[in-house]
């Protein structure tokens, strides 16, 4: 295998491609709530601009991109320090299977990205491979339910 990076994305050089594989994403594995894509671009700016709030990581293997990554850290008292949620990851299909996604993780281990206690994602019920992936990687099924509430749009959150 070729060795894969991981950069954060600083500019919006590689958008357009990003925001294909980001609507190839959720073709593939459609989220539990509707995702307005046109503000996957606004996304994007927003994450290189406030760093602080969160990455866009892009894999690269020989200058071209075979996936990417958004990190957004929160305070978490159970973990007692950041815990660094995956929101969204992808491989390309034609990129999957040659370690991308295990190598991902462990540079993630080694980096600790925000200064990083733990890390936690989401995996859709029907996507059996991801999910064998992260629990071979060690991830654990947790108990709690994730559930969520869109707040009606308003002044308040004019923003991303």
Do not use: C
């Not at 990003?18 to 046109?38: F, N, T």
Request: charged residues 20%; hydrophobic residues 45%; proline residues 4%.
């Amino acid at each position: 295998m070729t060795t894969v990076d991981f950069n954060t994305m600083n500019d919006l050089a590689h958008q357009a491609e990003l925001v294909a594989m980001m609507r190839a994403l959720y073709s593939e594995d459609k989220g539990a709530s509707a995702v307005d894509q046109s503000r996957f671009p606004l996304n994007i700016a927003f994450l290189i601009a406030q760093p602080s709030r969160g990455r866009v990581v892009l894999f690269s293997e020989a200058g071209s991109l075979r996936g990417y990554a958004l990190l957004i850290p929160y305070w978490s008292n159970e973990f007692g320090g950041t815990l660094l949620y995956v929101d969204e990851i992808l491989v390309i299909p034609e990129a999957r299977n040659k370690g991308i996604g295990r190598s991902f993780f462990r540079f993630l281990e080694e980096e600790k990205p925000f200064d990083a206690v733990a890390v936690a994602l989401e995996v859709s019920p029907s996507n059996a491979g991801a999910r064998r992936l992260y629990e071979s990687l060690g991830f654990s099924h947790q108990e709690n339910s994730v559930l969520a509430y869109r707040f009606a749009k308003g002044p308040q959150n004019k923003g991303v």
